[in-house]
């Protein structure tokens, strides 16, 4: 198991991206989370096997159809055990 986190740019909110996120994570037993940034990006944390995780970094650079994927940067992180895959919806600091 291991853990990465995802900053996505480009063309990443409104069109649904958070919620495609979701469904790809699940559908793949990926678990962590998403969420919007205040400065137009997407982050995501993500826990799974490595050749599940090089399969989803592969989908967000492509993302849904209506965004369009600029950059995607990726980092290892500490492992948390998340339970499952989750959106956040909001950022409390906003």
Same mark, same amino acid.
């Given at each position: 198991?291991?853990?990465?986190?995802?900053?996505?740019?480009?063309?990443?909110?409104?069109?649904?991206?958070?919620?495609?996120?979701? =469904?790809? =994570?699940?559908?793949?037993?990926?678990?962590?989370?998403?969420?919007?940034?205040?400065?137009?990006?997407?982050?995501?944390? =993500?826990?799974?096997?490595?050749?599940?995780?090089?399969?989803?970094?592969?989908?967000?650079?492509?993302?849904?159809?209506?965004?369009?994927?600029?950059?995607?940067?990726?980092?290892?992180?500490?492992?948390?055990?998340?339970?499952?895959?989750?959106?956040?919806?909001?950022?409390?600091?906003?």
């Amino acid at each position: 198991m291991k853990h990465i986190d995802i900053k996505v740019t480009g063309k990443v909110q409104g069109v649904f991206f958070r919620a495609s996120t979701k =469904a790809v =994570a699940d559908q793949m037993g990926i678990r962590g989370f998403v969420k919007n940034e205040k400065d137009g990006s997407v982050y995501i944390e =993500a826990e799974a096997e490595q050749f599940i995780l090089d399969a989803f970094i592969d989908w967000c650079k492509e993302g849904p159809d209506k965004s369009a994927v600029e950059n995607v940067a990726v980092s290892d992180g500490t492992l948390k055990d998340f339970r499952n895959f989750e959106v956040v919806k909001k950022n409390l600091l906003w």
